[in-house]
């Protein structure tokens, strides 16, 4: 399994524990392969898909506070739906081990957890210097600011970890 949730080779359920260390794994694999992928998507990303996605950031980055799924949605444009016009389906398949890192996005904005907006809007702000960059035709810089960027959210998302845990108590 590859997500919080797996089936063993008997066909057995078992749950993954989710800890800093785990996180830290799943978000270098991403700064490896994240890049790359971007870099061979982007001679097949359509302008048009850029567009929308620059859009939509800077209309849910005008709004506040963010609504999780406005959140969710921003990360699925640019983790998603831009990388999945990579032609390198094992690169693609790889980061699909990742996918639990963006659980949590779906809860951001849960009051309970108070997690500070502050957090929301500096991962939105990356993803626009990312897809302004693509918009310029320079997928060199963009690649190198999504490293930046996914170096940054592994300690947004640790600390978002920290704000659950201690909900929680």
């Not at 626009?128 to 960027?149: S, T």
Request: hydrophobic share 45%.
């Amino acid at each position: 399994g590859v997500g919080l949730v797996g089936k063993d080779r008997a066909g057995h359920w078992h749950a993954h524990e989710v800890t800093p260390e785990r996180i830290g794994y799943l978000y270098e694999l991403r700064w490896i392969l994240e890049p790359q992928a971007l870099l061979q998507a982007y001679p097949l990303m359509p302008t048009g898909e850029i567009e929308r996605a620059h859009a939509h950031t800077v209309n849910v980055l005008s709004r506040s506070p963010i609504a999780s799924a406005e959140f969710d949605q921003v990360e699925v444009y640019l983790h998603g739906t831009l990388l999945s016009f990579c032609p390198n389906s094992e690169i693609l398949a790889a980061l699909q081990r990742t996918q639990v890192l963006f659980v949590p996005t779906r809860y951001l904005t849960d009051p309970l957890l108070a997690i500070p907006m502050e957090l929301i809007e500096d991962a939105l702000k990356e993803h626009l210097h990312i897809l302004q960059c693509l918009l310029e035709g320079q997928p060199e810089k963009a690649a190198q600011y999504l490293v930046d960027h996914l170096k940054v959210a592994q300690g947004r998302w640790l600390q978002r970890f920290e704000i659950a845990a201690k909900a929680a108590d």
